[in-house]
C-alpha cells in the first residue's frame, strides 16, 4: 500500500469511527421526565435501575417532633434514586442539570424474618413521589405524587397549593445544593465539596 493510500485508509477509519459515536448518541435514550399533557408525569417504571443516591430510615423534616411521636409513626425507609445522564452531570459539575428527575420510595422496614437478630430491613413498597428539575415550570421544579403502593398512578400532576408550598419550603431552607437534600446523598456531597456548590453553612 502507497503512503497517499494508507492515508486514505486512514482517514476513512476516523470517519467512519466518528460516525457510530455520531450514531451512538443520536441512539441514546432520553432518560429525564417523560410527560402527558405537558406536565402530568409518567412514572419511570425502570427508576430500580438508576442510580441510587442513598437510604434512610424513619426521618422526618419536621421542626417540632417528639419521641413519642417518632416512635409513634411506622419505620419507613426513604430510598432516592436519580436518573443517571443527571447523576454524571452533577459529579462534574456538582450542579443536577435541567430534566433531572429523582424518584423517592417509601418502603416498610421489618426487624424479624430468616436469619436477623438485630437491626431492620427494607419490605413491601409503601408509596412514591418524585421531584423534578425542569426550567419550564414555574420556579424550575416541581413535585409529584404516585399515590400508595397497590393503587399506584401512572402519571401525576404537578403538586399545587398549600401542600407543595411547604415541599417549596422546606426544600430552599435545608437543603444543601439547590432544592436537594445533597447533604444525605454521600456520593453527590463530596462532588459538591469538590466543586464548591454547598450552599453557606453545609
Known sequence: MTRSNTTLGIACAACVGAGT?????QQAPDDGPRYED???LVLPDDYREWTFL???LAMTYEEETTASDSSARPQLFQNVFVNRSSYRGFMETGVWPDRTTFVLEFRRSAS????N???RFQSDLVMLEAEVKDARFPDGWAFFDFGRA???AETADPLTGERVARCIECHTRHTAV???FVQFYPTALEAAREHGTLKPGF
Not at 21 to 25: G, K, P, S, T
Not at 112 to 115: F, K, N, P, V
Open 21 to 25: 459515536v455520531v450514531a451512538l448518541a
Open 38 to 40: 405537558g406536565t402530568r
Open 54 to 56: 442513598s437510604s434512610g
Open 112 to 115: 424479624e424474618a430468616s436469619i
Open 117 to 119: 437478630r438485630a437491626g
Open 150 to 152: 397497590g393503587a399506584l
Open 178 to 180: 439547590e432544592r436537594t
